[in-house]
C-alpha cells in the first residue's frame, strides 16, 4: 500500500510535544509548547503505524512585572520528541480511531547571572504523552472534518529535589482535552485546534497548577508537493493555581500563600508561516513564529500588603520541523483469479 504522506502530514504533530518553563518550581509553565498542533489536522492517514521525528527550538525573554522591568531574563530551550501513531483502521460511532504515544527530551535554560533570579539549566527526560483515544468524522461531502480525543501527560520525567520539582519532570498528571475542526478540500488546510491542560494535585506539595488553554490555527495550500502558509496560535492561564493549608505547610511558610509567588492569569498570542514538502515515503514540514503579545498577571500578589506582582511570562521565537511517515502497513487484500 502507498503511504498517503499528505495526509499524513496534515494528522500528525498530534502529539508534539512537551514543553515546560517553569524554572523548577510550580505556577507558571504549561506541559504542552504552544502552536503543537500547528500544520495537523482532523484528518487520519491510512492504516497503518506511522512515526515521527520533532525538534524545536524556542529562545525567548520573560516579560511582566515580575522581570523588574529587566528586559534580558533569557529563557531557551531545545526539545527533542520521539513518536508514534497508530491507525488500525478501526471505527467507532462512525469515527476513526488513531492512537498516539510521544517521548519528549528537553534542554532549558532561564535567567541571568545579573538578577535576583539568578540563573539556571535543566535536561532531561519529560513526561511521557499518551493519546489512548482520538476520533475522527468527516462531515459528509463538505470537505470539513472534527476531531476530537484526550492525551495524558504521565508524571515518568526526570524529577530532583525535595519536592520532585527540580529537573524537567513534573510530579504530577495532566489531562489534556482536545477539539479540532478543519476545512480539508481543493489543497487546504484550514484547521481551528483548541486544547486545554488540566493538571491534577502535586502529591509532594499539595499545590496544583492552573488550567492552561490553547489554540492552534492552520491556514495552508498545497501546491503538487510543496505546502505554505500562515499560522498563529494562542495559550494562557485561565484559571488560578490552588494551595489549601496542607500546601501552605509543605512549604514551610504558614503566613504565605505561595500562589502569591507565580502568575495566575497570562495570554500569548503568536503569528508565523509553515512550508512542507511531500518526499512520498516521508514528509517534512518547518514552521516558525514570533510571539507578538505576551501578557501575565496576579491580582491577589498585586493586592497583598507585601505588595509586587511576581508575575512573568516568556517571549519569543519558536522553529519546529517535523519529519512523518510509515513504518508498517497493513497488507493488501489478494485479489482472486478468475478463469474461465
Request: aromatic share 12%.
Amino acid at each position: 500500500m502507498k503511504m498517503n504522506s499528505k495526509a499524513l502530514l496534515a494528522a500528525t504533530g498530534i502529539a508534539a510535544f512537551a514543553f515546560s518553563p517553569a524554572f523548577a518550581n510550580e505556577g507558571p509553565g504549561a506541559q504542552t509548547k504552544a502552536g503543537v498542533l500547528i500544520g495537523a489536522s482532523a484528518g487520519v492517514p491510512p492504516p497503518g503505524i506511522y512515526m515521527f521525528n520533532q525538534v524545536f527550538t524556542y529562545q525567548s525573554n520573560l516579560v511582566g512585572p515580575g522581570t523588574g522591568g529587566n528586559p534580558h531574563i533569557g529563557l531557551h530551550a531545545n526539545v527533542d520528541v520521539q513518536g508514534f501513531l497508530f491507525v488500525p483502521g478501526w471505527t467507532f460511532l462512525g469515527g476513526t480511531y488513531d492512537a498516539v504515544i510521544a517521548q519528549p527530551w528537553l534542554d532549558v535554560s532561564v535567567g541571568s547571572g545579573t538578577t535576583g533570579l539568578g540563573s539556571a539549566q535543566f535536561s532531561g527526560l519529560f513526561n511521557t504523552y499518551i493519546a489512548p483515544v482520538e476520533l475522527s468524522w468527516k462531515l459528509g461531502n463538505t470537505g470539513f472534518a472534527f476531531k476530537t480525543g484526550l492525551g495524558i501527560y504521565a508524571p515518568t520525567g526526570t524529577e530532583t529535589g525535595a519536592f520532585k520539582l527540580g529537573n524537567v519532570g513534573a510530579p504530577y498528571w495532566t489531562f489534556q482535552p482536545e477539539a479540532i475542526l478543519s476545512y480539508l478540500g481543493n489543497g487546504w488546510n484550514l484547521t481551528a485546534a483548541v486544547y486545554d491542560e488540566i493538571n491534577t494535585v502535586n502529591n509532594n506539595t499539595h499545590y496544583t497548577s492552573g488550567d492552561i488553554l490553547h489554540a492552534d490555527f492552520t491556514a495552508t495550500k498545497t501546491f503538487g508537493k510543496w505546502t505554505l502558509g500562515p499560522v498563529a496560535y494562542y495559550y494562557g492561564q485561565v484559571t488560578n493555581d490552588s494551595c489549601p493549608v496542607s500546601c501552605v505547610l509543605a512549604y514551610g511558610s504558614p503566613s504565605a500563600n505561595p500562589t502569591l509567588s507565580h502568575s495566575q492569569s497570562s495570554s500569548v498570542w503568536a503569528v508565523g508561516g509553515l512550508v512542507a514538502y511531500d518526499f512520498g515515503p516521508a514528509s517534512f514540514q518547518v514552521w516558525a513564529t514570533q510571539e507578538v503579545s505576551a501578557k501575565a498577571s496576579n491580582a491577589a500578589a498585586a493586592a497583598a500588603a507585601s505588595g509586587g506582582d511576581p508575575s512573568t511570562v516568556s517571549q519569543g521565537t519558536t522553529v519546529f520541523a517535523t519529519l512523518s511517515y510509515r513504518i508498517w502497513a497493513p497488507d493488501e487484500p489478494v485479489k482472486p483469479v478468475f478463469h474461465k
